[in-house]
Structure formats: structure tokens, C-alpha cells
T-cell receptor, first 111, second 116 residues
Framework: GENVEQHPSTLSVQEGDSAVIKCTYS??????FPWYKQELGKGPQLIID?????GEKKDQRIAVTLNKTAKHFSLHITETQPEDSAVYFC??????????FGKGTTLSVSS | GAVVSQHPSWVICKSGTSVKIECRSL??????MFWYRQFPKQSLMLMAT?????????EQGVEKDKFLINHASLTLSTLTVTSAHPEDSSFYIC????????????FGEGSRLTVL
């Protein structure tokens, strides 16, 4: 089955800096790669996703890149703000199957 | 996006009792529902996949007699934790995808279970 590795487990940045979180996946059949933000006591919230036929996607300060050959994808957050502090999860799936999550990255943005 | 509603959001029960968690798709028909479990400061671990009208498929290591999943309609799936013990205390989250189930999963708000 699918296995998703995520790094780093914790990340501390200064407000205004960029943050990058990286994930690798094992199943070449996976074709959907979302990123979730989870705040304490709440369910995960989708922040951006990418499909395997696209190499990069951007939404304001957030971007995701995908390298299918290397089976890795990354989340990029620019101009970080304190409200970006949360736990971020990457995930992967193929059609009809469940999402398999990485172990999460705790992002702390200090002002 | 599609809405998945989960209830209750938190529950406290005594050891040995059973607890039922409901997950409803409010504006779409959820033919497949996924149930996840999350321990503090850990990732979401898939427990089982339920398909409407058939038995759930459990992940390795998940006791099907302990965690009863019912998906009797296209808008409702339930997870019952039977004879709960303190080690069952966790955050349980359901999720579903709009047919044809190829992309985004929509998550419920989660249910925090505490077993005393």
C-alpha cells in the first residue's frame, strides 16, 4: 500500500520568511496530493491540492510542486504570518482509495 | 465544497460502555466513507473504509468487533466503539469524497472521545 513520508516534523520561522515542507510517496499509482492544515481540536482543512498531471499549483501565498518521477511533492508558504502556525499534513491517494497521510509538520511562525 | 457533519463533537464515557459517532454527508451522496483515528500530536491513521450497503473494510490491526461501522444509507455512516476502554480515547474523524471519488476528501469536524 501507499506510504507517505513527511519532513521536517517541526519547523520554526520568523514572520515574513518562507516555509517549505516536503513529502515523498511510494505508490506510483497515486495521482492526488492534497495538503491539510489542522488547528488544535479541529478536523483537517484542505489548503491546496495537486493532481499528477500538473507540476505546480499556486494559490496566493501557498504553492505546491510535484515531481512524479522522483515521487515527491512540496508545500511552499511565502510571507508567513503568525496565523499560519498549525500542523500541516501531506497526503496521497489514487481514485477510489483512502487518503494516506504523512506524519505532519508543526509550523511555528514567530513575530 | 461538500459538507460532512459529524456528531457528537466530544463525548466522555465510562469504561465498558459503547459510544456511537455519526457522520452525515449533507449535500451529496457518500457511497464511500473513510474513518480515521488520531492520537494527540500524531497523524491521521485510516481505520476502515465503508461502502454503502456492504461490510466495512478494516485496516490491519483494527478490531472490527471493537469498532463497528455501519453505512446503511448514502448519507449516514456510524462508528460504534464497543466496550470502550481508556486506550480508545482518541480523536475520530470521518471523511468522504464526492462521486466519482477521485479527488478531495471532505472531513467531518471530528469527535473527541474520552473514556474514563
Amino acid at each position: 500500500g501507499e506510504n507517505v513520508e513527511q519532513h521536517p516534523s517541526t519547523l520554526s520561522v520568523q514572520e515574513g520568511d518562507s516555509a517549505v515542507i516536503k513529502c515523498t510517496y511510494s505508490d506510483s499509482a497515486s495521482n492526488y496530493f492534497p495538503w491539510y492544515k489542522q488547528e488544535l481540536g479541529k478536523g483537517p482543512q484542505l489548503i491546496i491540492d495537486i493532481r499528477s498531471n500538473v507540476g505546480e499549483k499556486k494559490d496566493q501565498r501557498i504553492a505546491v510542486t510535484l515531481n512524479k518521477t522522483a515521487k515527491h511533492f512540496s508545500l511552499h508558504i511565502t510571507e508567513t504570518q503568525p496565523e499560519d502556525s498549525a500542523v500541516y499534513f501531506c497526503a496521497a491517494r489514487q481514485a477510489g482509495t483512502a487518503l494516506i497521510f504523512g506524519k505532519g509538520t508543526t509550523l511555528s511562525v514567530s513575530s | 465544497g461538500a459538507v460532512v457533519s459529524q456528531h457528537p463533537s466530544w463525548v466522555i464515557c465510562k469504561s465498558g460502555t459503547s459510544v456511537k459517532i455519526e457522520c452525515r454527508s449533507l449535500d451529496f451522496q457518500a457511497t464511500t466513507m473513510f474513518w480515521y483515528r488520531q492520537f494527540p500530536k500524531q497523524s491521521l491513521m485510516l481505520m476502515a473504509t465503508s461502502n454503502e450497503g456492504s461490510k466495512a473494510t478494516y485496516e490491519q490491526g483494527v478490531e472490527k468487533d471493537k469498532f463497528l461501522i455501519n453505512h446503511a444509507s448514502l448519507t449516514l455512516s456510524t462508528l460504534t466503539v464497543t466496550s470502550a476502554h481508556p486506550e480508545d480515547s482518541s480523536f475520530y474523524i470521518c471523511a468522504s469524497s464526492v462521486p466519482p471519488n477521485t479527488g478531495e476528501l471532505f472531513f467531518g469536524e471530528g469527535s473527541r472521545l474520552t473514556v474514563l
